[in-house]
Structures are given as C-alpha cells and as structure tokens.
C-alpha cells in the first residue's frame, strides 16, 4: 500500500493553497458546491486575491472550531468512539498524498475501530466489517437550524453531496475508512 506524508504543524500551518487540491476544493471542482463553480476553483488557484474574512465569518469559523472538541467528547459518551487526535488550529490533521502529492486534507478527528463501535451501529455493514484497531477518518459538521432539512431524517446516513465529496476525499488522500 502507498504511504501518505503526514505533515508536521508548522509545515501544514504553511501550505499554499494554490499549489493542492483540498477536501473544500474538491465539490466545486466536481460541481456540487453550493458556493463555488469549477471555473471559480481554478481561478483562485491560478489568480489568487487574499481572501478577506468579515469579523462575522472568522467568528462564525472560531466557534464551529471550539465546537468541535466537545463533539469528539459526545461521539464518546453516546457511541464509545475514541477519538485519537482532534484537528485543532495548534496541531492539524493535515495529510498530503505520497503518490498524488497535489492530494491534501485536513481530517477533524481520528478513531481506531473498537466492538463498542459496532454494536453502537450494527445495521451499517460497512462499519461491522471494519476490524478492531483500524484508523478511521472521521468529519464534523455543525448545522444551522435552517439548513437541517438538507441533512435527511436524525439517524440517517443522508449527507449533502459536497460534504460527502470532502469526507470521500480525505479517505483518498489519507487511504483511510470512513
């Protein structure tokens, strides 16, 4: 199996967006993104402007950021999912394909599968086939009220389709499971 380079934090804090294509890169470049066309994608990539953030959007990111922790400790107490290295802004999960190296993502969480797991969700096969000990990707997302019903029914393995993308793409830069 091929390798893939984990990056260490100060390189991955480094990385020029211009030169990968990234897990929020790849739905619009399989036009699926709600906010950016293909031709948009590559244009940032060959013309880059700096992107101007609003105090409301870096506030908006910081605390879906913060969030995130306390996820991880939910997916615990409610699933028995171990979460073994959080993408946190300090130290980011950040992958670069050994092979494909314009390959990058940026994975939220990390578990090792485990028997509490399975039993957890013992009518997904896909989870039940998946041995004891296996690194596994995991994403987070945190939803506005308004945007739930883009999500399917509560339980439901129903995803928008650019956020489906962005997981599929980190299993293929990382080569790891859902």
């Given at each position: 199996?091929n390798?893939?380079?984990?990056?260490?934090?100060?390189?991955?804090?480094?990385l020029?967006r211009?030169?990968?294509?990234?897990?929020?890169?790849i739905?619009?470049?399989?036009?699926l993104?709600?906010?950016?066309?293909?031709?948009?994608?590559?244009?940032?990539?060959?013309n880059?402007?700096?992107?101007?953030?609003?105090?409301?959007?870096?506030?908006?990111?910081?605390r879906?950021?913060?969030?995130e922790?306390?996820?991880?400790?939910?997916?615990?107490?409610?699933?028995?999912?171990?979460?073994?290295?959080?993408?946190?802004?300090?130290?980011?999960?950040?992958?670069?394909?050994?092979?494909?190296?314009?390959?990058?993502?940026?994975?939220?969480?990390?578990?090792?599968?485990?028997?509490?797991?399975?039993i957890?969700?013992?009518?997904?096969?896909?989870v039940?086939?998946?041995?004891?000990?296996?690194?596994?990707?995991?994403?987070?997302?945190?939803?506005?009220?308004?945007?739930?019903?883009e999500?399917?029914?509560?339980?439901?393995?129903?995803?928008?389709?650019?956020?489906?993308?962005?997981?599929?793409?980190?299993q293929?830069?990382?080569?790891?499971?859902?």
């Amino acid at each position: 199996m091929n390798d893939v380079v984990t990056l260490p934090p100060q390189a991955a804090g480094e990385l020029d967006r211009r030169t990968y294509i990234g897990g929020s890169d790849i739905a619009a470049i399989m036009g699926l993104s709600p906010w950016m066309t293909p031709l948009q994608c590559y244009e940032r990539k060959v013309n880059p402007e700096p992107e101007i953030l609003t105090d409301e959007k870096r506030k908006f990111f910081a605390r879906r950021k913060r969030q995130e922790p306390v996820i991880a400790e939910m997916l615990f107490d409610t699933y028995g999912i171990e979460v073994t290295r959080l993408s946190l802004d300090e130290d980011q999960n950040r992958y670069i394909d050994a092979d494909i190296p314009f390959l990058a993502a940026e994975i939220d969480f990390e578990f090792r599968m485990s028997e509490a797991i399975r039993i957890a969700f013992p009518d997904r096969p896909q989870v039940c086939g998946i041995a004891d000990g296996v690194l596994c990707n995991g994403e987070i997302k945190t939803v506005h009220p308004f945007k739930a019903k883009e999500w399917g029914e509560e339980g439901s393995e129903d995803v928008p389709i650019h956020y489906a993308a962005q997981g599929m793409h980190g299993q293929g830069a990382t080569r790891t499971r859902p």
